[in-house]
Structures are given as structure tokens and as C-alpha cells.
């Protein structure tokens, strides 16, 4: 079945530097979403990506899509104690009837020290 | 507009009973998903109904879990006999409809089976 790959699984981070986390899936995706959840939390929904090469951008978060639709990132610049919390990544395959159904990568857990 | 509602959010119960999830999509949805996740780790798909239909079960256990989703009222999922292994955060999300794909989520059901 498809699995999404999520790296780093942790990352600590000094306030004000920059983070990534990476996604693999090992199917094509027809979209991938971006999820953070806080400790204790729920999912909150970020962005979805739909086209091959999309990158879109949020404040200080920027979201890519890769060409062949097989993985994606999350970038965020200049960190801030806000950003804490858990990242996944969520992709969703065409057609059939698992179209309704995302399968999460494990979450990169962010760690903000100020 | 309200969001997706869950309730109980914390719910405890002794092995060999039963526990009842239930779940209320947002206004206007009528596609509802249950996911589950054990500490530290991704959300695992469940299932995905529409209203009185399973669509795609592929993620449920065989055994002791079943889901509905009535023409009235909340989505439930019902965990006969449970055991420890049991213990997670069962997360619902709906969405309005399938081609939209953004699927939001409720806060939560915290079991803790003793």
C-alpha cells in the first residue's frame, strides 16, 4: 500500500533560525496537504498542494510540491516559539475509492529554544 | 460555523467494554473519516463513510470496530471488548465533499483503557 516517508522525525532548533521537513511518498499523488498539530492538539489544517512544482507561500512558511508529485517540504524561516508543535504531511492518491483517504507521513516534532 | 465536534474528548473505560465515539462533521459536510493516533506517532486512516454508506474501510480492524454514519445524527465509532492496545487519540475530520479534499478536524476522543 502507499506510505508516506516524513524526515526528520525531530528537530530542535535555536529561535530565529530556519526549519525544514521533507515528505516521500512512494506512489504519485494527485495532492498533498500540511497539517500542524500542538501537543495535546488536534490537526490543524496549513495548505494543500495540487500541481506538479506548486510552491506556495504562507507568512514566514514556504510549501513545495516536487515535479513528479512523489514528496513535498516544509520550510519555515526565522523560527519563533510560536511555531512549536507537530508537522505532517498528508497525501492523498487519484481515483478509486480510497480517494477520500490521506495517509499521514510520522510528523517532524519542532522544538523552538529561545 | 462550528467546527467538527467530538464527543466524549476524554473517555476511560476497563477492558472487555465498550466505548462509542461520536462525531459531528461541520455544517454543510457529509463526509466523514476516522483516524487514530498512539503517542508520537501519524494519524492512521480508518475509515471514510458518507451518509448510511461505507465508502472505504480499508483501515479498520477486522474484529471489535465498526462505524456508522446515519442519515440522523453524529458518525459513530463503536470499539467492542476493548483491550490496552486500544489506548489512542481517535480523531474525526469531515469534508464537504470529496473533489474538495480539505479534510478538517475535531479535537478529539483521548480513550484510556485500563
Known amino acids: 500500500g502507499q506510505q508516506v516517508m516524513q524526515i526528520p522525525q525531530y528537530q530542535h532548533v535555536q529561535e530565529g533560525e530556519d526549519f525544514t521537513t521533507y515528505c516521500n511518498s512512494s506512489t504519485t499523488l494527485s495532492n498533498i496537504q500540511w497539517y500542524k498539530q500542538r501537543p495535546g492538539g488536534h490537526p490543524v489544517f496549513l495548505i494543500q498542494l495540487v500541481k506538479s512544482g506548486e510552491v506556495k507561500k504562507q507568512k514566514r512558511l514556504t510549501f513545495q510540491f516536487g515535479e513528479a508529485k512523489k514528496n513535498s517540504s516544509l520550510h519555515i524561516t526565522a523560527t519563533q516559539t510560536t511555531d512549536v508543535g507537530t508537522y505532517f504531511c498528508a497525501g492523498r492518491t487519484a481515483g478509486g475509492t480510497s480517494y477520500g483517504k490521506l495517509t499521514f507521513g510520522q510528523g517532524t516534532i519542532l522544538t523552538v529554544h529561545p | 460555523n462550528a467546527g467538527v465536534m467530538q464527543n466524549p474528548r476524554h473517555l476511560v473505560r476497563r477492558r472487555g467494554q465498550e466505548a462509542r465515539l461520536r462525531c459531528s462533521p461541520m455544517?454543510?459536510?457529509?463526509?466523514v473519516y476516522w483516524y487514530r493516533q498512539l503517542p508520537e506517532e501519524g494519524l492512521k486512516f480508518m475509515v471514510y463513510l458518507q451518509k448510511e454508506n461505507i465508502i472505504d474501510e480499508s483501515g479498520m480492524p477486522k474484529e471489535r470496530f465498526s462505524a456508522e454514519f446515519p442519515k440522523e445524527g453524529p458518525s459513530i465509532l463503536r470499539i467492542q471488548q476493548v483491550v490496552r492496545g486500544d489506548s489512542a487519540a481517535y480523531f474525526c475530520a469531515s469534508s464537504q465533499q470529496r473533489a474538495t479534499d480539505t479534510q478538517y478536524f475535531g479535537p478529539g476522543t483521548r480513550l484510556t483503557v485500563l
Open positions: 455544517k454543510g459536510h457529509s463526509h
